[in-house]
Protein backbone atom coordinates (compact mmCIF):
# COMPACT_ATOMS: atom_id res chain seq x y z
CA UNK A 1 0.00 0.00 0.00
CA UNK A 2 2.85 2.52 0.48
CA UNK A 3 6.08 2.64 -2.28
CA UNK A 4 8.81 4.38 -2.22
CA UNK A 5 10.15 5.04 -5.23
CA UNK A 6 13.91 6.45 -6.02
CA UNK A 7 15.51 8.67 -8.70
CA UNK A 8 17.94 10.21 -9.92
CA UNK A 9 21.10 7.78 -9.67
CA UNK A 10 24.05 7.69 -12.30
CA UNK A 11 27.58 7.74 -13.15
CA UNK A 12 29.75 10.53 -12.76
CA UNK A 13 33.45 11.74 -12.15
CA UNK A 14 34.88 11.79 -9.25
CA UNK A 15 34.52 15.63 -7.61
CA UNK A 16 30.95 15.63 -9.45
CA UNK A 17 27.35 16.12 -7.85
CA UNK A 18 23.83 14.04 -8.23
CA UNK A 19 20.80 14.78 -6.72
CA UNK A 20 18.95 11.74 -5.15
CA UNK A 21 14.80 12.04 -4.94
CA UNK A 22 12.67 9.85 -3.06
CA UNK A 23 8.56 9.56 -3.46
CA UNK A 24 6.77 7.79 -1.21
CA UNK A 25 2.76 7.13 -2.59
CA UNK A 26 -0.04 5.10 -1.45
CA UNK A 27 -1.35 5.20 2.27
CA UNK A 28 0.28 7.44 4.34
CA UNK A 29 -1.16 9.48 7.10
CA UNK A 30 2.34 11.24 8.27
CA UNK A 31 6.00 10.21 7.67
CA UNK A 32 8.63 10.51 10.38
CA UNK A 33 12.02 9.97 9.98
CA UNK A 34 13.48 9.40 6.28
CA UNK A 35 16.77 8.66 5.82
CA UNK A 36 18.74 7.42 3.21
CA UNK A 37 21.34 4.01 3.50
CA UNK A 38 23.37 2.92 0.74
CA UNK A 39 25.06 -0.53 -0.20
CA UNK A 40 28.65 -0.70 -1.74
CA UNK A 41 30.19 -3.87 -3.37
CA UNK A 42 30.62 -6.23 -0.57
CA UNK A 43 29.96 -4.10 1.78
CA UNK A 44 27.04 -3.70 4.61
CA UNK A 45 24.47 -1.44 3.78
CA UNK A 46 25.02 1.53 6.12
CA UNK A 47 23.13 4.84 7.47
CA UNK A 48 23.87 8.08 5.24
CA UNK A 49 21.56 10.43 6.25
CA UNK A 50 18.93 10.52 8.34
CA UNK A 51 16.03 13.48 8.71
CA UNK A 52 13.65 13.62 10.96
CA UNK A 53 9.61 15.41 10.60
CA UNK A 54 10.83 18.54 12.38
CA UNK A 55 14.10 18.92 10.13
CA UNK A 56 16.80 17.86 12.28
CA UNK A 57 19.50 15.76 10.33
CA UNK A 58 22.10 13.53 10.75
CA UNK A 59 25.35 12.46 8.22
CA UNK A 60 27.82 9.66 8.74
CA UNK A 61 30.98 10.94 9.37
CA UNK A 62 32.50 10.63 5.52
CA UNK A 63 29.77 12.51 3.69
CA UNK A 64 29.78 15.60 6.26
CA UNK A 65 29.76 18.74 4.15
CA UNK A 66 29.49 17.45 1.15
CA UNK A 67 25.91 15.19 1.56
CA UNK A 68 22.72 16.99 2.34
CA UNK A 69 19.18 15.54 3.13
CA UNK A 70 16.29 17.19 2.73
CA UNK A 71 12.62 16.75 2.53
CA UNK A 72 9.04 18.35 1.38
CA UNK A 73 6.38 17.32 3.58
CA UNK A 74 3.70 18.93 1.29
CA UNK A 75 5.01 16.08 -1.46
CA UNK A 76 6.08 13.23 0.83
CA UNK A 77 9.42 13.53 -0.99
CA UNK A 78 13.14 13.40 0.61
CA UNK A 79 16.34 14.24 -1.86
CA UNK A 80 20.15 13.62 -1.22
CA UNK A 81 22.37 16.34 -2.27
CA UNK A 82 25.22 14.69 -3.23
CA UNK A 83 28.75 17.07 -3.98
CA UNK A 84 32.14 16.41 -4.51
CA UNK A 85 31.35 12.53 -4.83
CA UNK A 86 34.16 10.21 -4.66
CA UNK A 87 35.05 6.85 -5.68
CA UNK A 88 34.13 5.04 -2.45
CA UNK A 89 30.20 6.69 -2.76
CA UNK A 90 30.07 4.15 -5.43
CA UNK A 91 27.09 2.10 -4.17
CA UNK A 92 23.20 1.50 -4.12
CA UNK A 93 21.46 3.81 -2.71
CA UNK A 94 18.20 3.33 -0.94
CA UNK A 95 15.47 5.59 0.43
CA UNK A 96 13.87 4.37 3.85
CA UNK A 97 11.02 5.98 5.44
CA UNK A 98 8.91 5.18 8.77
CA UNK A 99 5.17 6.04 7.69
CA UNK A 100 2.21 6.20 9.68
CA UNK A 101 -0.55 3.88 7.08
CA UNK A 102 -3.52 5.20 9.45
CA UNK A 103 -4.87 8.39 11.90
CA UNK A 104 -6.15 5.98 14.11
CA UNK A 105 -3.34 3.90 15.15
CA UNK A 106 -0.04 5.31 16.39
CA UNK A 107 2.12 2.41 14.83
CA UNK A 108 4.61 3.46 12.22
CA UNK A 109 6.17 0.83 9.45
CA UNK A 110 9.11 1.32 8.09
CA UNK A 111 9.32 0.78 4.01
CA UNK A 112 11.97 0.47 1.64
CA UNK A 113 12.75 2.07 -1.44
CA UNK A 114 14.38 -0.37 -4.55
CA UNK A 115 17.00 1.46 -4.30
CA UNK A 116 19.11 3.29 -7.38
CA UNK A 117 22.61 3.01 -8.59
CA UNK A 118 25.22 5.96 -7.90
CA UNK A 119 28.60 4.97 -9.81
CA UNK A 120 31.58 7.24 -8.82
CA UNK A 121 34.36 7.14 -11.82
CA UNK A 122 38.28 7.79 -10.84
Known amino acids: QVQLVESGGGLVQAGGSLRLSCAAS????????MAWYRQGPGKQRELVAVIMGGGITNYVDSVKGRFTISRDNAKNTVSLQMNSLKPEDTAVYYC????????????????WGQGTQVTVSS
Open 96 to 111: NADIKTSPLRPRLDNY
Open 26 to 33: GSIASIAA
